[in-house]
């Protein structure tokens, strides 16, 4: 079940990261899908992977997680340890792929520091820069989506037989 309100420390990144940033395309092979989570955008911040603390928060800008349609990106930030990921948009493909999975995303546009402690409540629709104290707002969800990430997403929400 997906807590009511997180709070980690934010690593920052920008505009248009696309699914192969997150985990590079020759990771996917067999004998590695349970670790996915060592090669998190191993090409553009190497060792990037080994910093990430459980419950931690990815901050982005615009159109985060375009490119391939591929769930293991949005997989591998879940088994990374992030808690969810706050950005100003996301790829259609990447949102849905992460909310049937259960990676929470945040569409709010921040200007959130790497390494800032941010807490995200999803009950208030709030996300705060504790370290800065600046405060942002965002639209809560609608009903079945507010279901769907308290089950911890679609996969959840099915096996509970709460899918209608």
């Known amino acids: 079940m997906t807590p009511k309100a997180m709070e980690g420390r934010a690593w920052r990144f920008g505009d248009d990261v696309d699914t192969d940033q997150i985990i590079p395309a020759e990771r996917l092979v067999s004998s590695n899908l349970d670790h996915l989570n060592e090669f998190i955008f191993e090409k553009v911040r190497p060792g990037f992977a080994s910093m990430v603390g459980e419950g931690d928060i990815l901050v982005a800008g615009r159109n985060f997680g375009c490119g391939s349609s591929r769930e293991h990106a949005p997989l591998s930030l879940v088994e990374a340890g992030f808690s969810c990921i706050v950005a100003e948009s996301f790829a259609r493909i990447f949102y849905r792929n992460s909310m049937n999975i259960g990676l929470l995303l945040i569409e709010c546009k921040t200007d959130i520091e790497e390494g800032d402690v941010v807490m995200v409540s999803i ?5 705060r ?5 600046r405060e942002w707002r965002f639209e809560r969800y609608p009903g079945f989506i507010a279901r769907m990430i308290a089950a911890g997403g679609l996969v959840n929400l099915v096996k509970e037989g709460e899918f209608e």
């Open 129 to 133: 820069d504790d370290t800065s104290g």
């Open 123 to 127: 009950a208030d629709g709030i996300v």
